[in-house]
């Protein structure tokens, strides 16, 4: 493979910025049918970079990408000659900016349109460090640029790298397919990784600790998490998808870093840091997600499995609100299966409030809940408008009364489980609200 070295390009450590050479080292490497674009150990300081077919940008062990602290410097994509984007908008409607993908809202440190073959490799002690970026007109007027953001490509490969401290989400890739995610670390920022009506998307051995969602996204098919480290103020898993299998993950205690929108307008203009600010439990482990301002998703959302996974002080294991936000007001899930899990600390493990006319089917096979100090009388489950509820081998440790609350009619089945006992409620009461 035929390698680019940015220094070649006039790529130096220092204070300014470097996005010409890094860029001018990726254009070439493109046109000459593609290759590796080799980061050198250092500090190169960079705007907005775009990354094409072909090219695989390779951090070498002790190589930092350090994003620009100006929101401006990542719109260098728009004037791009050798690849031009033609469906720039004029002004972009508030609500809906995230599904234009070439909006301000989706610039990035590290972008792709239209590539095939594209990949972000990093050696150990790599890292893309995002500073925070404020951005004024960005979302929640405060978000900046995310990490990395890819639309409608294919054969993706991310692998090995820590992306520190994005402006908004670390990962936002967007209907495209085939991608690898590997060993990938992320600290701080707000999402880790988004997936949106993606095809074929595989996420192994990473570790995300941020102040928003680890993983999110929706209307994605053949999707595969295991073996990744899941640390979040908000929810380990904000998700929808079709044939979707989490698997030997872990939601490890107190979150390491606060949702950023509680700093202060001076903490945010100067990207401070949110750690370590207030002691929390994740607020989810798996909080159902579908928008359809992208339009009608392709895939009926469902055949969702987790499997073998641990959440450790979590309010609830499994959110669905469906109707209540403009995230949840899509296609309804069909069906979920939560086996061999465990979920220790929670308020309300269980939560559904499902769409009457596309009711839900939830199954527990061989999990084991307890809940955390002073919830040991309320319920475990609390349930709306689901087609089918479903509980093998259910433990119920440390509760005084073990009991499940129904405020709909639907098929229950049980077997095998702690004993408890079933109340009905009237609907829409449970006081229980999402992210």
């Known amino acids: 493979m035929k390698k680019f070295i940015i220094t070649d390009y006039g790529a130096v450590v220092s204070d300014r910025l470097q996005t010409e050479a890094i860029q001018a080292a990726i254009d070439d490497c493109f046109l000459a049918g593609g290759g590796e674009v080799v980061i050198p150990a250092g500090i190169y300081r960079t705007g907005g970079l775009r990354l094409r077919s072909n090219v695989t940008l390779h951090l070498l062990s002790g190589a930092i990408l350090e994003g620009s602290a100006d929101p401006e410097d990542y719109m260098s994509w728009r004037g791009d000659r050798i690849e031009p984007v033609s469906d720039i908008p004029g002004e972009e409607p508030k609500q809906y900016r995230s599904a234009l993908r070439t909006s301000r809202w989706n610039n990035a440190l590290i972008r792709a349109f239209d590539a095939h073959d594209i990949a972000v490799i990093g050696e150990p002690g790599s890292i893309i ?30 692998r090995g790298y820590t992306l520190r401290n994005t402006g908004n989400w670390a990962h936002a890739v967007f209907r495209s397919k085939e991608i690898d995610m590997r060993n990938v670390s992320v600290f701080g920022g707000h999402d880790g990784v988004d997936i949106f009506l993606c095809e074929n998307v595989r996420i192994e051995g990473c570790a995300f600790y941020t102040g928003d969602d680890c993983l999110a996204g929706f209307g994605s098919r053949d999707v595969v998490m295991r073996r990744c480290i899941l640390n979040s103020a908000c929810s380990s898993m904000r998700f929808g998808g079709t044939d979707v299998l989490i698997e030997d993950c872990r939601n490890c205690g107190e979150p390491r870093f606060d949702f950023r929108g509680g700093l202060s307008y001076d903490e945010k203009v100067r990207g401070a840091y949110s750690a370590h600010r207030t002691a929390r439990k994740t607020l989810t482990g798996f909080l159902y997600y579908c928008d359809e301002r992208f339009g009608k998703l392709p895939y009926t959302p469902g055949n969702i499995t987790v499997r073998r996974c641990v959440f450790d002080d979590v309010r609830t294991l499994f959110m669905m609100t469906f109707g209540e936000h403009i995230w949840s007001c899509g296609t309804a899930l069909a069906s979920i299966t939560f086996e061999d899990c465990t979920a220790a600390g929670v308020v309300l493990p269980i939560h559904i409030h499902g769409d009457p006319d596309n009711a839900i089917a939830f199954t527990l096979n061989n999990v084991t809940l307890s809940p955390a100090a002073g919830h040991e009388a309320d319920a475990f489950l609390d349930a709306e408008n689901y087609r089918s509820l479903t509980l093998n081998n259910v433990r119920l440790k440390g509760y005084e009364s073990p009991h499940m609350v129904l405020r709909s009619d639907g098929a229950v089945t049980s077997s095998d489980c702690t004993d408890f006992r079933t109340k009905r409620a009237e609907a829409g009461a449970s006081g229980v609200n999402g992210c």
């Open 129 to 158: 460090n995002g500073m925070n970026c404020y951005d004024a007109k960005g979302e929640e007027d405060y978000r900046g640029p995310h990490g990395i953001d890819i639309w409608d490509s294919e054969r993706v490969t991310l």
